[in-house]
């Protein structure tokens, strides 16, 4: 390398460096490593100066100092890409992180890139069933389209995640694969959603890429928009891509530190005045194009269960589907602990998904509304009291409600209780008999945790 590509440390805070270039200067995203030291890697993030850059660190942070000469490299940081990637578990530079040889990869590619050009996106008005009834019945998931998790912590959020990807890979069709992006979870639980899909034999169709809770901010953040370079790849070979990430707001949080240690001015808010554009450039890339569909789910931490969190509202504009999560319902023991009055999708019309589904969730959901109209009356005075009207609508929406747990097949050792997928049909055909009150003589203890509704009166028989 000629000296023109030098430059100089001038500062070191955490996981950035300032470094002075004064012939050549770099270009963003471009690589740095140590004249003398290899292993030091640095990234140019942004501009401080003139002629000064703010870096992030990548590795070797305990070797920098200030004065460590630096080289440009001249390349942008890239991901293996290909079908060596598929059933394997590596980290942002493409190492294996699953203890297993190196991924022998013949592409890689660049994890900074634009968007595909507005003429090249396609918009599907598909639904694509996982087989969870709440999700498919009030949130379809849209191929193509973005669904959201939203919930605090411990509500159930990678949980409902894992069983999303687990039911759509195991009844997954021809040029189905999934690619999952772990950002700032712990590393037990990206080590047992390994264990579960290895067991489960769905390894051969999902790559995974983690920056786990003790990566420094600068992997974490780079993390995602590594996941969706291996998205990107699949799509472009023409394979339906599922998108999964945990989370997006350790995303948002990890631009947040970066931006800290650059000294940028932050919003009102207290985020990056950043925040805005960073969402954008990773979601407008989960895109379907005229090659292959792209469907994401992320899930989404809640700091505080405050969804007016300004982290959290960065991402809405970006979804077709919501699924909030509910710490009440999870206390109440119905899992998945779904919010079904604050969980609302775009896809669910009758243009998309057909005018009997819409109509029974528009009456469910108006059924709902009305019981916890009711919720107050019945903490104070007892359900006893309503207008048998009243006690009759108040019963049935207990007995949605418990309808809409499931048993999952990724919580089967710690329930002890076998799995259930449920096809949509058996879903919309269970609800509209409840309204129509075919279980109105059924308690709605009856009603947890089963399958399809006929379970019900099946074992109203048995125990009749």
Not at 123 to 133: L, R
Not at 252 to 277: F, K, R, V
Request: hydrophobic share 40%; charged share 25%; net charge negative.
């Amino acid at each position: 390398m000629s000296s023109g590509n030098l430059g100089r440390v001038l500062a070191v805070r955490g996981h950035i460096a300032q470094v002075r270039f004064i012939e050549m200067q770099p270009e963003m995203h471009q690589i740095l490593v140590g004249k003398k030291d290899p292993e030091v890697r640095l990234k140019v993030y942004t501009s401080s100066g003139q002629g000064t850059f703010y870096c992030m660190v990548l590795s070797g942070s305990e070797r920098i100092y200030r004065g460590l000469e630096i080289e440009n490299t001249g390349k942008q940081m890239s991901i293996p890409v290909g079908d060596k990637v598929l059933g394997r578990v590596m980290d942002v530079f493409g190492r294996p992180a699953d203890g297993g040889e190196e991924i022998a990869a013949t592409e890689s590619r660049q994890i900074f890139t634009s968007s595909p050009d507005y003429s090249q996106t396609l918009v599907h008005e598909e639904i694509w069933e996982t087989g969870i009834k709440v999700i498919d019945f009030f949130s379809p998931l849209m191929k193509g389209g973005k669904m959201g998790l939203f919930g605090g912590a411990g509500v159930g959020k990678t949980l409902l995640l894992t069983e999303i990807m687990h039911n759509v890979v195991t009844a997954r069709q021809e040029k189905n694969v999934s690619v999952f992006s772990g950002v700032g979870e712990r590393t037990r639980e990206g080590h047992e959603l390994y264990e579960q899909i290895k067991a489960r034999g769905l390894l051969p169709y999902v790559s995974l890429v983690y920056g786990a809770m003790g990566e420094n901010a600068a992997v974490r953040f780079l993390t995602g928009l590594a996941g969706v370079t291996l998205a990107e790849y699949f799509r472009d070979k023409g394979w339906d891509v599922l998108f999964l990430i945990d989370n997006v707001f350790r995303l948002a949080q990890a631009g947040n530190e970066l931006a800290t240690l650059m000294n940028m001015i932050p919003s009102e808010d207290g985020y990056q005045a950043t925040l805005t554009s960073e969402m954008a450039a990773f979601h407008e890339r989960l895109v379907s194009t005229d090659s292959g569909i792209v469907s994401a789910i992320e899930a989404i931490y809640v700091p505080s269960d405050d969804m007016l969190d300004a982290g959290v509202q960065s991402i809405f504009p970006y979804l077709d589907s919501v699924v909030t999560l509910s710490r009440v319902a999870y206390q109440e023991g119905r899992l998945p602990a779904v919010d079904i009055l604050t969980s609302h999708s775009s896809a669910l019309s009758p243009i998309v998904v057909g005018r009997p589904h819409y109509e029974v969730a528009i009456k469910a959901q108006t059924s709902l509304k009305k019981a916890e109209s009711l919720e107050r009356m019945v903490a104070l005075v007892g359900e006893a009291e309503l207008s048998p009207e009243n006690q009759l609508l108040y019963k049935r929406a207990k007995k949605m409600r418990n309808f809409m747990t499931q048993n999952f097949f990724v919580a089967e050792e710690q329930t002890g209780k076998k799995g259930v997928m449920v096809p949509l049909t058996d879903t919309i055909r269970g609800v509209e008999d409840i309204l129509e009150g075919k279980y109105d003589q059924v308690s709605e203890s009856r009603f947890l945790y089963i399958g399809k509704a006929e379970e019900v009166a099946a074992a109203n028989l048995e125990h009749g």
